[in-house]
């Protein structure tokens, strides 16, 4: 933030004293004659006590077309505003009453006057006028009331129910995630029909399906390629599976080779009657689903019923498991358990990232990646644009602006060659901790109440105190600039590269003054923000449009 001392030092004696003021005033002439409005105010009283209200009331008669503005916010400085009512309008013919009334009061006993005010009526500015006001203190009766030293302060432990309020938040976002995560992953659910058959050892299994195939409706529905093919899949998955025979991927001839060998071995204990058949029923299940051979419904029922035999035979056929067999049994069938587990939690663990990155890039293209992060990680200057903002009245002659932080009183010590020229100076402002997001505003009363001030000189010692604390490549732009209530100043703006505080290193950065002044008296604000800092461009743009001032002393 610019630093008002230095200013003063090198600018303010320099402020010319006796340059001539002309006020040209520019009426627009209509087509049509209108009756030039009138304007009265009126006060309930000039008498009040510390804290009480006085009225006053302003009654504007207008052509039914006018445009009125009435004041608005803390123009009657050092009176306080406390309330504007609704204008009150009354209309007879093609003419309109306004009146409005406005609740004033003051906490400090002393003689105040009222200063006119400007009311705009179609462009054009009309000032009330002035009143004086006198505030009363309220007699205390210290007979009858006893007296009491004031008592000492005392230190007050800062509150952390912020700090506890996220961490139970916290704590219940984590409950409810661990609740999820336990419901969907670890929980033991039911199992499903099909995972109870698979879970089966073979030769149950291969019953079971046997049964459900006889219940099917293939046969009815004249579907014999497909009940052949799953006839043939239940045996030759048994098979592989209990009696170890790679049967899956064997053809007819291969595979009935294959228990021939194993029953001349002594491992697998068939009659050749039960091969024999076996064999004509995989050779008729080849012409059904290769060669399209139809057989009779009797013929497919015997066939199942003869698979289902064959299923018997081989198990009763296969010696006993030993120990070490049903060991690896029941190892297996825990390993197909953890891998099934497994899968469920790399399900879920997929379907966590897959929602979180589908919705940061929903928020992204919606709000811009560069917003996510910021709302994420947090921005400094991005808290304080959604932070609660504060409106309030700054100096004297007042200086009005929202800020998103209160700005604080800056003790400045006037060098001795600018008392000649000051009566009074009041200096307020606000750094950012982080970045180079710094406003401030101070107010100037001089001690020749017709001395002018040179705005000018004001601005070239500005920028002279940018250099000096290092800045470089300064580019000024300069305009007129009206607050809300067309109360006319200057705005300097521009760009350069400024240097970060505790640091040697260079940064781009912009900065905007606003000058404001008349007889006696001169009003500035001043802001400076790094230049692809958006959220402060905001700020930036939220306080120009909230700055009024008077610019009576």
Do not use: C
Request: net charge negative; glycine share 6%.
């Amino acid at each position: 933030m610019v630093n008002n001392t230095s200013i003063i030092k090198k600018g303010i004696s320099n402020l010319h004293r006796s340059m001539p003021i002309f006020v040209f005033l520019l009426f627009v002439i209509q087509n049509f004659a209108q009756d030039r409005p009138t304007i009265s105010t009126k006060i309930d009283t000039t008498y009040i006590k510390i804290g009480e209200q006085v009225h006053w009331t302003v009654t504007v008669d207008i052509d039914s077309t006018s445009m009125v503005i009435f004041p608005e916010g803390q123009t009657f400085s050092p009176l306080e505003t406390v309330q504007a009512f609704a204008t009150d309008t009354t209309r007879k013919k093609d003419r309109l009453t306004l009146q409005k009334i406005y609740a004033l009061t003051q906490f400090d006993s002393g003689a105040y006057k009222l200063p006119s005010q400007r009311i705009d009526i179609n462009g054009m500015g009309f000032m009330t006028d002035s009143m004086l006001i006198t505030v009363a203190t309220i007699p205390v009766d210290t007979l009858n009331q006893k007296m009491y030293d004031i008592k000492p302060l005392i230190n007050v432990e800062k509150s952390n129910i912020e700090f506890w309020k996220y961490v139970l938040i916290g704590i219940l976002v984590l409950l409810v995630l661990g609740a999820l995560f336990y419901w969907f992953v670890l929980r033991r659910k039911p199992l499903t029909e099909e995972e109870k058959v698979a879970l089966l050892p073979p030769y149950d299994r291969a019953l079971l399906e046997l049964k459900r195939l006889e219940n099917s409706k293939y046969l009815i529905q004249d579907e014999y390629k497909q009940y052949y093919s799953e006839l043939t899949s239940i045996v030759r998955s048994y098979l592989e599976e209990d009696a170890h025979v790679t049967a899956l991927e064997s053809t007819t001839g291969q595979l009935i080779e294959k228990l021939e060998l194993l029953k001349d071995a002594g491992e697998l204990k068939l009659d050749d009657d039960t091969i024999k058949q076996f064999q004509q029923i995989l050779q008729t299940a080849d012409l059904v689903k290769f060669a399209k051979n139809k057989p009779s419904t009797l013929v497919a029922e015997q066939d199942r019923k003869m698979v289902e035999q064959i299923v018997v035979k081989t198990h009763d056929a296969l010696p006993e498991p030993t120990e070490e067999e049903l060991l690896e049994q029941a190892e297996y069938q825990e390993e197909l358990e953890r891998k099934a587990k497994k899968k469920k939690i790399k399900v879920a663990i997929i379907s966590v990232i897959a929602i979180i990155l589908i919705g940061t890039t929903i928020a992204g293209i919606k709000y811009g990646f560069g917003y996510l992060k910021d709302s994420v990680f947090g921005h400094p200057t991005k808290e304080l644009l959604e932070g609660e903002w504060v409106r309030s009245s700054y100096g004297f002659p007042p200086v009005q602006l929202e800020t998103p932080q209160v700005l604080v009183r800056q003790e400045i010590k006037l060098p001795p060659e600018a008392k000649a020229a000051i009566a009074d100076i009041q200096s307020f402002g606000y750094t950012s901790a982080i970045g180079l997001f710094t406003v401030g505003t101070t107010s100037i009363t001089l001690n020749q109440q017709d001395a002018e001030p040179d705005f000018e000189k004001t601005i070239e010692q500005i920028l002279s105190n940018f250099e000096g604390q290092g800045a470089k490549n300064i580019i000024t732009k300069q305009e007129e600039f009206s607050t809300i209530s067309g109360i006319k100043g200057v705005k300097v703006y521009g760009s350069g590269k400024f240097l970060v505080p505790n640091s040697k290193e260079l940064i781009n950065g912009k900065y905007t003054v606003l000058l404001f002044g008349g007889k006696g008296f001169q009003q500035y604000v001043i802001l400076t923000w790094l230049e692809d800092d958006t959220y402060a461009q905001e700020i930036v743009d939220r306080i120009l449009a909230s700055v009024e001032v008077k610019t009576e002393s």
